[in-house]
């Protein structure tokens, strides 16, 4: 089993930053993609961006793009998501996933496991 979960989410005012961090554990597996997701109240769940194992190929949403940047470190399982410049569109919760494969996609439905998620609110 592989187990993914997820931090850093909280209350930050338009504009201002956060850090999501995933820890993973478990059979993962020799190498694997990591996405972002994230789904806000009465919409569907959504593509942020995801990584590929050597962290060379990354995606990003339009929305998301120039404002967010996805990291990993692979000695640790971890992965990361840097949030700049945060507006309150930005509000969801977030969910981190993983797709056995060294190859990254946009599509949820490629990525393996998920994690519980961890919500983030943009005030105004």
């Known amino acids: 089993q592989v187990q993914l979960v997820e931090s850093g989410g909280g209350l930050v005012q338009a504009g201002g930053s956060l850090r999501l961090s995933c820890a993973v554990s478990?059979?993962?597996?020799?190498?694997?993609?990591m996405g972002w997701f994230r789904q806000a109240p009465g919409k569907e769940r959504e593509f942020v961006a995801a990584i590929s194992w050597s962290g060379g190929s990354t995606y990003y949403a339009d929305s998301v793009k120039g404002r967010f940047t996805i990291s990993r470190d692979n000695a640790k399982n971890m992965v990361y998501l840097q949030m700049n410049s945060l507006k309150p569109g930005d509000t969801a919760v977030y969910y981190c996933?993983?797709?056995?494969?060294?190859?990254?996609?946009?599509?949820?439905?490629?990525?393996?496991?998920w994690g519980q998620g961890t919500q983030v609110t943009v005030s105004t």
């Open positions: 996933s993983l797709r056995r494969s060294a190859f990254a996609t946009t599509a949820g439905y490629e990525y393996d496991y």
């Open positions: 478990g059979r993962t597996g020799s190498r694997y993609a």
